[in-house]
């Protein structure tokens, strides 16, 4: 009867292992399939046709591949300062009366002002449209025209969801802010109005191609083809 129980007992280990593998099975496989639809979907979208959508008055033989409402221009504005005072002063003997000394004392009260802290702020809210030739936001209060022929440099920090462009026109740069939600969004559409405007669009399309060969090759449960006998 004890081994009875015992081998009830491994059978049923047996069965909770074999059904926790299935299921995490199950969810490496679905993880996958997730990753996969995600990179063939960034090919199809690469592939796919620019737009002439309304808002923005494109020049001849634009096209835009990205619209992001709801974003922010952010400056660097300078916060309320302070004055900051200070006294100072200088005793002089004058004489003596009745035995004691008689002196002058002449004080002053000198301060000085303290700066605000420079920190960063949003100044203005608008759309951002990217195209082929520029990125430019536009709001109600502000606009901002990044030409990529003027482009000297371009910064991305995806965790605060901001995008920092230089141009050789401009004194200072040019930040946006769309957050950290659709930053890998913005990222790819404007990597690819990039290569649209450099005129290497069809090898982004192939790297994006390759991305999703790799995918491929590490499904999971793919089976590995037996390495052929060694031949003397």
Same mark, same amino acid.
């Not at 995600?38 to 002439?52: D, I, K, N, R």
């Not at 494109?58 to 974003?71: A, R």
């Given at each position: 009867?004890? +081994?009875?129980?015992?081998?009830?007992?491994?059978?049923?280990?047996? #069965?909770?292992?074999?059904?926790?593998?299935?299921?995490?099975?199950?969810?490496?496989? #679905?993880?996958?399939?997730?990753?996969?639809?995600?990179?063939?979907? %960034?090919?199809? *979208?690469?592939?796919?046709p620019g737009a002439s959508p309304d808002g923005i008055v494109l020049h001849k033989g634009e096209l835009c591949y990205g619209i992001v409402n709801g974003c922010s221009l952010v400056e660097e504005r300078r916060g309320q300062g302070h004055f900051v005072a200070g006294s100072a002063g200088v005793s002089i003997p004058i004489?003596?009366?009745? /035995?004691?000394?008689?002196?002058?004392?002449?004080?002053?009260?000198?301060?000085?002002?303290? *700066?605000?802290?420079?920190?960063?702020?949003?100044?203005?809210?608008?759309?951002?449209?990217?195209?082929?030739?520029?990125?430019?936001?536009?709001? =109600? $209060? *502000?606009?901002?025209?990044?030409?990529?022929?003027?482009?000297?440099?371009?910064?991305?920090?995806?965790? +605060?969801?901001?995008?920092?462009?230089?141009?050789?026109?401009?004194?200072?740069? $040019? &930040?946006?802010?769309?957050? =950290?939600?659709?930053?890998?969004? &913005?990222?790819?559409?404007?990597?690819?109005?990039?290569?649209?405007?450099? /005129?290497?669009?069809?090898?982004?399309? +192939?790297?994006?191609?390759? *991305? &999703?060969?790799?995918?491929?090759?590490?499904? =999971? /449960? %793919?089976?590995?083809?037996?390495?052929?006998?060694?031949?003397?």
């Amino acid at each position: 009867m004890f +081994e009875s129980f015992k081998a009830k007992r491994a059978a049923a280990k047996a #069965s909770r292992q074999e059904a926790a593998a299935a299921s995490a099975a199950t969810r490496e496989l #679905s993880a996958w399939e997730h990753e996969r639809d995600s990179a063939e979907a %960034l090919v199809e *979208q690469a592939a796919a046709p620019g737009a002439s959508p309304d808002g923005i008055v494109l020049h001849k033989g634009e096209l835009c591949y990205g619209i992001v409402n709801g974003c922010s221009l952010v400056e660097e504005r300078r916060g309320q300062g302070h004055f900051v005072a200070g006294s100072a002063g200088v005793s002089i003997p004058i004489g003596s009366l009745g /035995g004691r000394a008689i002196r002058y004392r002449v004080g002053a009260t000198r301060g000085h002002y303290v *700066q605000g802290t420079v920190t960063p702020t949003a100044v203005a809210s608008g759309d951002v449209f990217i195209t082929d030739q520029r990125v430019v936001f536009l709001g =109600p $209060t *502000q606009t901002r025209e990044c030409s990529f022929a003027k482009l000297v440099g371009l910064a991305r920090n995806d965790d +605060e969801g901001t995008m920092t462009l230089s141009v050789s026109n401009r004194q200072h740069p $040019t &930040v946006i802010s769309y957050g =950290p939600e659709i930053a890998q969004w &913005v990222a790819f559409r404007t990597d690819l109005a990039l290569s649209h405007w450099r /005129g290497d669009v069809d090898e982004f399309i +192939e790297q994006l191609r390759a *991305q &999703v060969a790799e995918i491929d090759a590490r499904r =999971p /449960g %793919l089976a590995t083809a037996p390495s052929p006998p060694a031949t003397s």
